[in-house]
């Protein structure tokens, strides 16, 4: 099973960008996903999850600007980013965790994309 981020890219202040991640292999089930990032000189931080259910979770940096959404016949996980700042610059990392169709669990981190907030 992998994973595959897109849809990083330059935003200048105050605009929008939309993540994905699609995942590829022989999965049974995914529960959880999430959206994590990690800034140069910082540690990763966990952006936004969401449940085998659809439940969402925020961080209180990203609430009300960033939406979290999964697709789970086509596999795939959204991150739309609204509202962007500068201090939402970093690599973010897509990871799911789930079950493979050989019935044993998955852990898994895509290869990242970075966003860039800059004028």
């Not at 991640?21 to 959880?32: D, E, Q, W, Y």
């Not at 925020?58 to 979290?68: N, P």
């Not at 962007?84 to 994309?113: I, M, N, S």
């Amino acid at each position: 099973v992998q994973l595959q981020a897109s849809g990083g890219g330059l935003v200048q202040p105050g605009g929008s960008l939309r993540l994905s991640c699609v995942a590829s292999g022989n999965i049974f089930r995914i529960n959880a996903m999430g959206w994590y990032r990690q800034a140069p000189g910082k540690q990763r931080e966990l952006v936004a999850a969401i449940t085998s259910g659809g439940s969402p979770n925020y961080a209180d940096s990203v609430k009300g600007r960033f939406t979290i959404s999964r697709d789970n016949a086509k596999k795939t996980m959204y991150l739309q980013m609204d509202s962007l700042k500068p201090e939402d610059t970093a690599v973010y990392l897509c990871h799911y965790q789930g079950l493979g169709t050989d019935w044993r669990p998955f852990d898994l981190w895509g290869q990242g994309t970075l966003v860039t907030v800059s004028s």
